[in-house]
Every structure is written in structure tokens, then in C-alpha cells.
């Protein structure tokens, strides 16, 4: 290899190591549609339609100016029906090409709140999966967020069901490349987190760290951290104290923020929309994205492009030195 070879690798080598890295924070960038966690933080919103009186069209307007501050929503849209049937919410606004249009992961709902119904379903769960595969593959959404939250308790027999249900379903969804998320909490024996741990589910959003004041959050998320891995973990929050329905604070919802890096937390949900707008700001710090609504890495294809150019004149200095060269 000659000199001017030599010079025009060296140049070109370095180049490459310094885009390198930003196409791997891309790459890192959970796509929509992939079962890998891990690969960088997750921030979702529980977004409520019909079933919560919500402003549908005002919400969305907001996810979408704010989308770099998200990497996925989780909507209202299925429940538990009797006997284990899997069936859409009626009537309720299908939000899910909306969402998909702003780059963002779609994890519809399926809720319960009846400890009935959720028992039978452990019992035979056959259908019922199926069916939800199916149409979680048919609809081409990220995968799903289970929510149950049986009004009465139940025993620690129907918790390990529940996780064993929980197996299962995530597996099924697994092969056709979708995921499932979660809910739960502390406030009712149903959920075992030992047990819900060492479930296949790719994230559990624990809804016990709702609590106010910051201890009790923090008391909370402690307590999570210790029995559930980080990279399973969610941590959910909300927009109002439990105690008395107020806003949090600017400075509240900081300190929260400022817990979960303590932590070097990878996964939170907020509930729900609308948001202020220092919710949108400790998102998107969270998630290490800028807050200027858009699309996401608006700057990699200035990188290209400035390689591009790069890479170009490195090849017309090259080619003007062999020139003189002969």
C-alpha cells in the first residue's frame, strides 16, 4: 500500500468510527414491531379513549407534536369478556394508524376487572390466546398491555396461575414477533412479583409507584427494584397525587425523574394524557431524545450526508495525487 493509500484509508477509517456509533444509537432504537427490550429506555403513556371520557383528537394532536418523547402508547381498545372471550371495547375510537403514524409502538389494552372472568380465563386460556395473537399479528401492533385489576382480592393459588397464563401468552406472542406488557401493583394479593419476575413477559409496570408523596415513590420503587430486574421493570407513574387528585408538581415529578436515574431505570408508562409540558421535557430526557416535536434522529441523515461529502473529496484528493504521482 502505497503513501497516498495509506493516507486515503486512514481518512476513510476515521469516518466511519465516528458515525459508528450514532448508527448504533439508531440501531438501538426499539423498532416497531420487535420483541427486544434492553436496547435502549422505553417511555410509553397510557392513553384512555371512550372508557375514561378522554379528548381523543386534543391527545393525539399532543403525542404526536411530542413523539420524540415517547417510544410507544398503550390505548384503550379490548377486555375480558365472560368465559375467557377476547373482545373489543364497543362503542371506541381505533387510535392505532394514528399512533403507527407517528413512529410510535402500538400496545392496545386488554382489561379487566373481574376476578370471575379472569379465573376461568386461567383455566382455559387456549381461545383466548389465540385469538389475540391472531389479531395482534392481523392488526400489526407492537404487541399488547394486559391490565387486570380484579375489585376483589384474590388468593396466592390464582397469582401463580396468573403468571403461569402470563408465560404462556407471551410465548405465543413471541413467535410472531410481538410482545407483552403488564400491569401491576401491590394492592392486591393477585400479583406475586416473585412469580410475575420470572415470567416471559418483556415489561411489568408496576402501578404501586403511583404513590405520593416522593417517599412513599421512592419507598415503592425500592421495593419493585428489589425483586423484579431492571430490564423487566416499568415504573408507572402518574400525572396527580393519589392522596388528593392534585397536579404534581413541576418539582414533584422531577424528583420522581431523578429517583428512576438513580436507579438507571429503562422503562416508565405514564398515566395518562393530557400531559404538562415538564412531563414531555423528563421524557425525553429519560429516553435521551431531544424535545423538539418531530421524528426521531432528525440528524442522522446530516451525518450521511456530511460523510458523504467527506468520503467524496477524499477520493478526488486521492485520485489528483496518483495523477501527479505518474
Not at 407492537?142 to 396468573?162: K, R, S, W
Not at 410475575?196 to 415503592?220: E, I, K, Q, R, W
Amino acid at each position: 500500500m502505497d503513501g497516498y493509500r495509506g493516507h486515503f484509508f486512514a481518512f476513510f477509517a476515521a469516518i466511519v468510527l465516528v458515525l459508528a456509533p450514532s448508527a448504533a444509537v439508531s440501531a438501538g432504537t426499539v423498532a416497531v414491531g420487535s420483541v427486544q427490550y434492553g436496547h435502549g429506555k422505553n417511555a410509553i403513556v397510557w392513553m384512555g379513549l371512550e372508557i375514561t371520557g378522554e379528548d381523543i383528537s386534543a391527545d393525539l394532536q399532543s403525542i404526536g407534536a411530542h413523539r420524540n418523547a415517547l417510544t410507544g402508547v398503550s390505548f384503550e381498545r379490548y377486555l375480558l369478556g365472560p368465559e375467557g372471550i377476547f373482545e373489543t371495547f364497543s362503542p371506541i375510537s381505533n387510535v392505532t394508524d394514528a399512533i403507527r403514524s407517528f413512529g410510535l409502538q402500538t400496545f392496545p389494552m386488554i382489561v379487566s376487572v373481574n376476578l370471575t372472568n379472569i379465573e376461568y380465563l386461567l383455566m382455559h386460556p387456549s381461545s383466548f390466546i389465540s385469538s389475540a395473537v391472531t389479531k395482534a399479528f392481523d392488526a400489526g401492533y407492537t404487541g399488547y398491555n394486559i391490565d387486570f385489576e380484579p375489585t376483589q382480592n384474590a388468593n396466592n393459588t390464582v397469582a401463580l396461575e396468573y403468571s403461569s397464563f402470563l408465560t404462556k401468552f407471551a410465548d405465543a406472542l413471541h413467535e410472531k414477533g410481538k410482545q407483552l406488557t403488564v400491569d401491576i401493583a401491590t394492592w392486591n394479593p393477585f400479583w406475586n412479583f416473585s412469580s410475575l419476575a420470572n415470567t416471559t413477559v418483556n415489561v411489568l409496570y408496576d402501578m404501586g409507584t403511583y404513590s405520593s408523596p416522593s417517599y412513599n415513590f421512592a419507598a415503592a420503587l425500592d421495593y419493585a427494584v428489589s425483586i423484579i430486574p431492571l430490564q423487566k421493570l416499568g415504573i408507572g407513574l402518574i400525572t396527580t397525587n393519589v392522596n388528593n387528585g392534585q397536579i404534581l408538581s413541576n418539582s414533584s415529578v422531577l424528583t420522581r425523574f431523578q429517583y428512576l436515574e438513580s436507579y438507571k431505570a429503562e422503562n416508565v408508562a405514564v398515566w395518562d394524557m393530557p400531559l404538562s409540558s415538564y412531563w414531555w421535557t423528563y421524557l425525553s430526557q429519560f429516553i435521551g431524545k431531544k424535545s423538539t416535536p418531530g421524528g426521531n434522529n432528525l440528524w442522522l441523515p446530516a451525518a450521511a450526508a456530511v460523510a458523504t461529502v467527506l468520503i467524496v473529496s477524499a477520493l478526488a484528493v486521492y485520485t489528483r495525487s496518483r495523477k501527479r504521482k505518474k
